[in-house]
């Protein structure tokens, strides 16, 4: 991580094509700072419409304030902020995909109050030391950190991109293109009125291409674009046993076990190794010397991932992490059967459950891997019921698995050779000076594919903040210098003209 924030700062301070002083920077850098302090004070959980509310109406008044017509697009649940620059036919038009909401928070594992109340910290030896704001009127350490709920995911980046609004109206910049922007306020919670909402609003959110502000930048400092991202879809297994918790002094060793049948059914599925063992689950993936070479170029280490993470050795979905990514997952996300700890008792349990997701590729699709899934437990023995077994179910099977399906949301994955990514590859380039990290799948998930079936247009991810920003966790944080590398990011993006 060292030598991340070296390269990091060296980037911030570098000078660009549209140049402007590194004070000037810092001035909007201070802005968004406070902005960022007002936006994450409005708690954002997407399971509270409320909240949600509260700041569609906090981000109406931000974007009028820049100039932008905005409207608030009523789906299926909660809706979506829309917000567009008045259109010029001459130019190509951007669609920028972010988010307003955020994971819930449980305060009492934050170290801080109100996980909404933004907390000013600085590194002092290896803990964190909380600073006045005050300090950043004389200067900003942009070592500094922001920490509250939705610092980084996904309230800062919003507030980047005003911020460059600003500084580009300021300098009297031209914009290259039109700017379209959605805001999705359910993508925590997998975005579902999201398909149905583009097909409603497709001429509005018309646009030759898609760029998504989510997610870490890559772990190396260097700017990143990534042209793909998993998609993903979960399964509930439930086995059951006797019809009640029993003594496991008198029944241990008679009635049967949902834990171990559990177990079984879930070590059948993998080897030793970590590969998925189930008939077809890797049909249809290839990869080329193209790929590989494309693969490779990320400038990462598999050994500094293992002792980052603490395990020894990885499992052998692919010969190294980035190969990995290609490939669909399936993982057990959670596991429960009985009591444990402290909380423990001598009991046969009466189920036991096993939450699974697994993350998708292009070449998967989410629906068929569910069914290999249900196929492979029904060759374990198992009879599948989608719901809480009969008397006359438990009397007529010996093992029985209750699965219940989640939704899926599609991977994408735009071709290396785009125009519009060779046109960002090189804008990025050319601001910071150094060579752009290219990666063709992350491993998380964006539900951006609807935008792609819909609009049938080309989607990116530029990356904003730093990579160890706990994001859905405990203290999420931004990294001041974050704020500047996003403002920079958007100030270029939308300032040069593409010609490519």
């Not at 583009?198 to 018309?206: A, G, H, P, Q």
């Not at 697994?358 to 023995?381: A, C, F, M, Q």
């Amino acid at each position: 991580m060292k030598n991340y924030w070296r390269i990091l700062f060296v980037l911030v301070f570098t000078t660009f094509t549209n140049a402007q002083t590194p004070e000037e920077l810092k001035s909007y850098v201070r802005h968004s700072i406070d902005e960022l302090r007002q936006f994450v004070a409005l708690p954002n959980d997407a399971l509270n419409p409320d909240d949600i509310d509260r700041n569609l109406m906090w981000l109406r008044d931000k974007f009028n304030q820049r100039g932008f017509n905005t409207s608030i697009l009523e789906t299926d649940n909660l809706p979506l902020f829309f917000a567009a620059l008045p259109m010029d036919d001459t130019k190509p038009t951007i669609l920028l995909y972010m988010h307003l909401d955020g994971q819930s928070v449980d305060p009492s594992k934050w170290n801080q109050d109100n996980p909404y109340e933004t907390v000013l910290k600085s590194m002092d030896g290896d803990q964190w030391k909380t600073e006045d704001f005050a300090e950043l009127d004389t200067d900003i350490n942009y070592d500094w950190r922001l920490f509250g709920r939705s610092t980084s995911d996904d309230k800062g980046p919003i507030v980047m991109f005003l911020n460059a609004i600003d500084l580009l109206k300021k300098n009297s910049k031209e914009l290259s293109f039109n700017i379209k922007v959605i805001l999705d306020s359910e993508e925590e919670k997998s975005s579902k009125p999201l398909p149905k909402a583009v097909r409603t609003y497709k001429e509005l959110l018309m646009a030759d291409f898609l760029v998504i502000s989510d997610g870490p930048v890559h772990p190396s400092g260097k700017p990143t674009v990534v042209y793909g991202c998993r998609g993903i879809t979960s399964v509930s297994l439930t086995t059951f046993g006797p019809i009640k918790p029993q003594h496991s002094g008198h029944y241990g060793n008679y009635a049967p076990n949902p834990g171990f049948q559990l177990a079984q059914a879930l070590a059948s599925m993998k080897d030793t190794e970590g590969r998925v063992v189930i008939p077809g689950y890797y049909e249809g993936i290839s990869l080329d010397d193209t790929t590989q070479n494309i693969l490779k170029s990320v400038p990462e280490n598999d050994t500094e991932i293992s002792e980052k993470l603490q395990f020894k050795t990885p499992e052998k979905v692919g010969a190294f992490y980035q190969e990995a990514l290609q490939y669909p997952s399936l993982n057990i996300r959670g596991l429960g059967s009985g009591w444990i700890g402290e909380k423990a008792r001598t009991i046969v349990p009466a189920t036991a459950t096993a939450e699974l997701d697994l993350r998708l590729v292009p070449e998967t699709d989410g629906t068929r891997l569910k069914n290999l899934v249900k196929k492979h437990i029904e060759k374990e023995g198992f009879y599948i019921t989608t719901m809480a077994p009969t008397k006359e179910e438990r009397m007529a099977h010996d093992k029985i698995m209750m699965v219940m399906e989640g939704s899926v949301t599609d991977a994408f994955r735009t071709d290396l050779n785009n125009p519009y990514g060779k046109f960002i590859v090189k804008t990025l380039q050319e601001t910071f000076e150094d060579d752009v990290v290219q990666i063709r799948t992350m491993g998380g998930t964006v539900p951006i594919a609807p935008f792609i079936n819909e609009l049938k247009i080309p989607a990116f991810l530029i990356p904003m903040v730093n990579p160890d920003n706990n994001q859905h966790s405990p203290n999420e944080n931004l990294r001041i210098g974050q704020i500047a590398y996003g403002i920079k990011t958007f100030y270029s993006l939308l300032s040069t003209t593409n010609t490519q």
